[in-house]
């Protein structure tokens, strides 16, 4: 006999689990046709707002990730794609002397978080969106009040901030206050939270003027652990946008 056939058949089975992940990552993450935002001029005020408040869902933080600290020697360094479906879509096209009107703006990161002592975790991104002139940073500083155990779940308050950088038209940012909750069940950790983003979007053309609002955010999701291997999905409404994130990294 060359080899075990119920050893082998697990083994191809899980191969193919970790491949299909792969590809459903490979599918949230196609290109956005899309252009550069470099005609905000050609929007009115009002449409200005509304065009800032679908980037303020889509741009603000997301962490997906739970409420659990990851201790002192834990890091959770991952691939995230977010797709926000946005309400103003046409005003894309607007922005974009003639873009796409997009329903939904895919805004791929690579992001890192990493455990300090007393609860504390810290995170940071960075993206470039692929046909945009979109590259967006950001980072969280969360605590964890309850650490969670067996038979009690973990809560955490996250603060964060986000900066857009690349479109010259535009000066825009986010900051973001949430508490969250988390409950492992073995390799399942399921979490949800609520939150405050407020945004602050400058156009440098005239005569557009400054904007800044207050948005609420719910959101909820699931960690998978896989031993190493980590996969996290997550759903969040901030305003009146929903957004739909999926991560795929290691966590330990």
């Not at 290109?31 to 200005?48: C, K, M, R, T, Y």
């Not at 103003?88 to 703006?105: F, K, Q």
Request: net charge neutral; aromatic share 10%; charged share 15%.
């Amino acid at each position: 006999v060359l080899f075990d056939y119920p050893q082998t058949t697990e083994r191809l089975s899980v191969m193919n689990k970790k491949l299909s992940l792969l590809c459903v990552l490979g599918c949230f993450a196609q290109p956005v046709w899309a252009a550069n935002i470099n005609d905000l001029g050609a929007l009115a005020q009002s449409e200005f707002k509304s065009f800032s408040e679908d980037l303020g869902a889509a741009l603000s933080y997301k962490a997906v990730i739970p409420a659990e600290p990851l201790g002192v020697t834990g890091f959770d360094l991952g691939l995230e794609v977010t797709s926000t479906e946005l309400k103003n879509s046409s005003l894309w096209s607007t922005a974009t002397s003639g873009g796409s009107a997009l329903s939904s703006l895919i805004v791929p990161k690579l992001h890192a978080h990493k455990g300090l002592p007393l609860n504390i975790d810290v995170g940071a991104f960075y993206s470039s969106v692929p046909t945009t002139n979109i590259k967006l940073y950001g980072g969280e500083l969360r605590y964890a009040i309850l650490e969670g155990g067996t038979a009690t779940p973990a809560v955490a308050i996250r603060g964060a901030m986000t900066k857009l950088t690349g479109v010259e038209q535009l000066s825009f940012g986010t900051k973001s206050l949430d508490v969250s909750i988390s409950k492992g069940l073995a390799m399942l950790t399921p979490y949800a939270g609520v939150g405050t983003v407020w945004v602050d979007s400058t156009p440098n053309v005239a005569p557009l003027v400054k904007e800044s609002f207050r948005q609420n955010k719910v959101f909820a999701g699931a960690n998978l652990n896989f031993g190493l291997l980590n996969l996290a999905f997550e759903y969040d409404k901030t305003g009146s946008a929903a957004s739909y994130s999926a991560k795929l990294g290691f966590r330990f």
